[in-house]
């Protein structure tokens, strides 16, 4: 599975690589605009929070400041959201074709993938919250004994409750995971077979069943290594970050200004964008894969779907193998 990812990877890089840079390119673009409207937001007490004197800025002050980035915030979620969902509809469009061994071009790809992208939304939203309404329920429920056991000034009660609840999270958590692993197969299922959100999940029930540990072991070790490979590649962002901090006091003056220390934010910022950006484009695309060809593999070895391949192949199949069995792609 690893090697097939790291080999569409290099053989489907263009598509894969140029719709994450894309997507995630235009998402730091926004955050980098709204940044800017987060400043102009704050451009009647600008110069004073820039000014050489020294002092921190007044509370009142920054009370806009403090808005302005909150809403930055949550249109920065929102955009990266949606970014990622289209990139995690359109691997699986790229691997439709790489299995095949067909090119496909870039118009192609976000024309499928943005078709299924609300599709994509929904079954992550679904599998999120299935997975986080049994820890809710227990969270709720176990804070409602603590307040009624506190009320009651039962003081010696308390241990054991708390007790009681480590233990109860620790049961649930592997509960959350197996959930997670049952239906990690649903976001490839609805651009692969045009499922809807809840038949996906079905879908992908369906063909974790018998097989989890196999889908669990693989998918675990994707992602550590995305998460390995796009914490490597931050790291030089990381140490450029932290130069700063290498000064002496005297380099920048005993107490910086607010306009020295804006800046310095405002740049590490940028840093961070940037760091992330590259780290995506890596890190959104191979775990996706990897679970896109467990998929294959998984109705490969249940429902045959070898002949299926071929005959959808056809020409670009080597002559060697003979032409293709009958079968309905």
Known sequence: ??????????????????????LFGAATLVMIVALVVAASAVASQWDELTSSSSGSPDAAQLVPLGVAFGVLMVLGMITYLLASAVVQAAVPVVLQEAVLGRPIRFGEVWKRAWARVWSIIGTVFLTGLIMLVPLALFLAGFAGLMIYMISLGDEDGVVPLIVAGLVGALLIGPFAVWLWVRFSLAPTVVVFEDQRPVAALRRSAQLVRGTWWRVFGV???????????????????????????????????????????????????????????????????????????????????????????AEAAGPTLPEQYGPPPPAHV
Do not use: H
């Not at 599975?1 to 894309?22: D, N, Q």
């Open 219 to 309: 998918g675990l070790l994707a992602y550590a290594i995305a998460s390995m490979i796009g914490y490597m590649i931050q790291m030089p962002f990381q140490a450029v970050g932290m130069l700063p901090g290498m000064f002496e006091p005297e380099d920048m003056g005993a107490d910086p200004s607010g306009g020295e220390l804006i800046a310095l934010f405002g740049g590490l910022m940028v840093l961070s964008f940037v760091s992330q950006l590259i780290a995506q484009l890596f890190t959104a695309i191979f775990p996706p894969l990897v679970v896109g060809l467990l998929y294959v593999d998984l109705r490969m070895r249940t429902e045959n779907l070898g002949p299926v391949l």
């Open 1 to 22: 599975m690893l090697s097939g990812a790291f080999t569409t990877i290099g053989r489907y890089w263009k598509p894969l690589i140029g719709m994450a840079l894309t």
